[in-house]
């Protein structure tokens, strides 16, 4: 018998994007630079256009990690920022565990910089609180595969799913006439195939 369906729920899901910093940014390697922080930048955008709560934090910014990415400051300018003195592991912070539960949500989407640090901890920290755990892999980063897929093993095995942001955003929607234009708008703005599909549907529609 298989295991339960548990689905993303847009009323019940917060965002944690851990450690999307500067420095880090460099040891990404098991994505393409440019593709990883439009992943990144599209499930922020996804938490915007799901009005999801948004948590930020930074390790060791001071240090060779360097400052959160800017784009994600100025997306979120209201979002709580924990910046990390020291903590390795995010939820060893309080004041970011602090954070994740005054938001009142049991399902956490997560990513960040690298897998199995940054994202790999605090997520299973999260499972062991019996939170549902959701691990965004396209807006997660590490030094190559081998790193990568010891993560996603050590997560899945725990308990936690993994997804894409395009996945996860559409499975937070349910429903294509829950919005067109806004749906297909951010699928457009970041999946440059899906903008020529909603610019041949845009055409198609102004011509009946």
Partial sequence: ????????DKDNAAVLLVDHQTGLLSLV??????KFKNNV???????????????????????PNGPL????KEMFPDAPYIARPGQIN???NEDFVKAVKATGKKQLIIAGVVTEVCVAFPAL?????DFEVFVITDASGTFNHLTRDS?????????????TWFGASCELHRDWRNDIEGLGTLFS????????????YNQNTSQK
């Fill in 125 to 129: 920290s999260a499972l062991e609180e």
């Fill in 90 to 92: 995010a939820w060893d």
């Fill in 151 to 163: 993560a996603w093993e050590r997560m899945s095995q725990a308990g936690a799913q993994l997804m």
């Fill in 189 to 200: 703005n970041h999946i440059p195939d899906y903008r020529n599909l909603i610019n041949s």
């Fill in 29 to 34: 390697r098991d994505i393409d630079p440019d």
């Fill in 69 to 72: 990415v800017p784009e994600l």
């Fill in 1 to 8: 018998m298989g295991k339960p369906y548990v689905r993303l």
């Fill in 41 to 63: 930048l599209a499930l922020a955008a996804a938490a915007k256009y799901f009005n999801l709560p948004t948590i930020l934090t930074t390790s060791f910014e001071q240090g």
